[in-house]
């Protein structure tokens, strides 16, 4: 028997580790051959749960209810869990192991690899749920290698279980109908800079490029999108006089998260992407405006080389001058074969499938996985 949690589920926005979850409870749903079972800590969740789940794509509505539903669930008995395998698409919300098979997704080892970009109460917890969950697994699974090199390196996992399977893309028919209430729109050529305000996405040398490169602004709106996040990131690049300047100019623009519709909208009408993160475990804007054919300027920081692999636009993170390269690469190309550089992009953003990560996790589950 196969229990998948589902505790991402619950969150109110789907993104993410919870949209990664949602693709493969779908996968799993649509196995009516297989016997499934859904869990959250030690408690069995409802098919009809997780169905509704589903359909909504959201957990919001569960929030509402939350003592009803906790009080639906049953604990699972220690006989089921020991004659069962269990897939956790995220950190164990119980830290002693429960199954007799465990396999573990670990996205990143952000919070260990570089400690100096977060509050040292998650660094501690990183290391603890990491080093429980990898010493306890069976099969750990990474997504991407670079992913998997750290989680060998520094959690000692062995080689011989710890697999990769990168993450999909999927836009989905909400998507498309968004972006087709907006075909009439007028977009003046823009750069997207997808982000949360935090330290280790780097936003900040985007700014800093901006006011040393003011110009830039006469050919294109930098359109900063994300949520405010920590560090005082967000602060700083609103309390500067020419950033508040620009933005009254509407040379700048900076939106808040956005729903996954109207992140499609803006990753199809941008000119460009930056994602300037000093590390990522796999970096899925990266795929996602590679996927419908937008050029990406990244970093080299941890997977993004294997997520644009030859058609991305790199530079190093801590080089201002390194990004200033990259984006005059990126506008070169777009003016002089336009067609060839979106279309490469295209093609790289489509090596990215839910239907290869399902697949690949099917394959370690039943205990025959291909290198």
Known sequence: MLYINVRPLFDPVFTGIPQLTWHVVRHWLEKPEREVRFFTGNLEVERSVVESLAI???????????????????????????????????????????????????????????PEFHTQALVELEHRRFAADTRQAEEVICVSNASRDDVIRYLGT?????????????????????YQRLTSSVFEPYALVLGTFEPRKNIELVFEYILANPRILDRFVFCFCGST??????????????????????????????????????????????????????????AEALSVGVPVVTSFGGSLPEVAGDVGYYFDPHSLEGLGDAIHRVIADLAHRNAETRLAAYRQGARFTWSAFNEKVEQIINGDPVK
């Open 229 to 286: 996040g920590w560090g005082g990131i967000y602060e700083r690049c609103r309390s500067n006089p020419r950033i508040t300047e620009f933005i009254a100019s509407k040379r700048i623009r900076i939106i808040p998260f956005v729903d996954e519709s109207l992140k499609y909208v803006l990753m199809k009408e941008a000119s460009f992407l930056i994602y300037p993160s000093f590390i990522e475990g796999f970096g899925l804007p990266v």
């Open 158 to 178: 062995d080689p011989e279980h710890t697999w990769v399977a990168y993450p999909g893309v999927a836009w989905l028919n909400d998507h498309f109908n968004a």
């Open 56 to 114: 909504k794509r959201t957990g919001r509505y569960l929030w509402a209810i939350r003592d009803e539903s906790y009080a639906s669930m049953r604990p699972i008995s220690d006989r089921d869990a020991k004659g069962s395998t269990a897939l956790f698409l995220h950190s164990r919300d119980v830290r002693e192991k429960l199954f007799g098979r465990e396999i573990h997704v670990i996205h990143d080892l952000t919070g260990i690899l570089t």
